[in-house]
């Protein structure tokens, strides 16, 4: 594999099947995305950062998120538009959630600033945002089902922070955390350098990933044992 598109079509080849499923004990959320239905948002952000905002490939990308299944589907549209992820120094737009609202609401003014309440199904903000940041909750529902990338992403465009894309998924497809067609544990967040191997070797290796926030020792166990899992990150 060589560039993400050519990962997310070999995982087409099964629509239906979990990819991602997001566990909040805190909140009670319990959110499932197959194959297909986190294809489809990924398509969706894609056209929101190239598309609406002009987020150029080969653009840095920087990804302020903590652990929620919106996440994965940020990075995943990074790759399809050939941007570059990164979590400090310079950037060309910005992806937040509610925590990073204020501070990077001054930048919106210099690069595009996405923010998502982080709801269930990612609503928009009850009490708006401020000017010039954009609520994903609010636009990313009238962009497309399918996205279509110009220039398509490459296997040297640059990933996450300097690493391109053909050595990010030569690593996981190689990785040690998840054996071909596992289930994978995990409450590392996949938006961070350490967390990043939950997402990448799932994708790589066509298995999934069980992401857990505020989960007791006691739920966890339980929640493991329901899904099935079959590695922990």
Partial sequence: MTAFAEVLSRLLADPGRPLVTFYDDASGERTELS????????????????????????????????THWLGTVVLGAAWSCGHEVVWDGERDAVVTGPQGLQRWAPS??????????????????????PAGVHDLGTEVWSQPD????????????????????AELWR?????????????????????????????????????SLVLLVHASAERRERIAADERVTERF
């Fill in 108 to 129: 919106a003014g210099s690069v595009p600033v996405v923010a998502s309440a982080l709801q269930p199904l990612a609503g928009r903000f009850e009490d708006g945002v």
């Fill in 171 to 207: 690593s996981a497809a190689a990785g040690v955390h998840l054996a071909d067609g596992g289930r994978l544990l995990s409450e590392s967040n996949p938006a961070s350098p350490s967390g990043l191997a939950s997402l990448t070797e799932p994708l790589a290796r066509n298995g």
């Fill in 146 to 165: 399918a996205f279509s990338p110009y220039p398509p992403a490459a296997a040297d465009d640059l990933a996450v922070s300097g690493v391109t894309q």
């Fill in 35 to 66: 194959v297909a239905t986190w294809a489809n948002w990924v398509a969706k952000v894609s056209s929101l950062l190239a598309d609406e905002l002009d987020v150029e490939h080969g653009s840095r990308l920087l990804v302020d998120l903590p």
